[in-house]
């Protein structure tokens, strides 16, 4: 049975964005994984989550170690972005297994108008984690339009096509 772990967004200080209605980047970032999380369940996945309660870098190395003692197939990040953008990203590390299983998130990646697969060894997720980890940057929270398709319809739909394509890697890896 695939085991994934997940992590949303925890920063010290939820970051502010042009959502419609209250929110910052913690709050969106955990609403959208309660439905991944949801999914994968249903789909007979074993699911794990960092603690929502514990933000900052404490959080972030609880969860990397409980992960690694768990022995997860794969580790999911969420977050949403800020710069001015218009795309979604997702970053792993730069290996060959990470790499495939990001390029099947990127094949399942269609609400958004562009994706892309970007290889990164600064963060602490993609390098503390002893399997493939996933960092997607879903879309930018400091963009109106963007914000307000995520939170009428677009939260929904991107966690269907995250769900589809963490289940798709998995199988296709195993």
Not at 39 to 46: D, N, P
Not at 96 to 118: D, F, I, N, P, W
Not at 159 to 173: D, G, Q
Request: hydrophobic share 35%; glycine share 6%.
């Amino acid at each position: 049975m695939a085991k994934i772990y997940l992590s949303a967004a925890a920063h010290a200080t939820d970051n502010p964005t042009k959502c419609p209605s209250p929110c910052g980047e913690n709050t969106h970032c955990n609403q959208y994984m309660d439905m991944v999380e949801r999914r994968l369940k249903a789909l007979g996945c074993e699911v794990r989550r960092g603690d929502k309660t514990k933000t900052g870098g404490p959080a972030l190395q609880s969860r990397v170690a409980e992960a690694n003692r768990w022995g997860a197939d794969i580790y999911y990040v969420a977050h949403t972005n800020a710069g001015g953008g218009r795309y979604s990203m997702t970053l792993c590390y730069p290996s060959e297994g990470s790499l495939k299983k990001a390029e099947v998130l990127h094949r399942y990646r269609q609400s958004m108008a562009s994706h892309k697969v970007k290889t990164r060894t600064d963060l602490y997720e993609i390098n503390a984690t002893a399997m493939p980890c996933l960092y997607d940057e879903l879309f930018f929270h400091d963009n109106e339009e963007d914000c307000a398709r995520f939170h009428n319809g677009g939260m929904q739909t991107l966690a269907e096509e995250t769900v589809k394509a963490l289940h798709a890697a998995i199988l296709a890896c195993e």
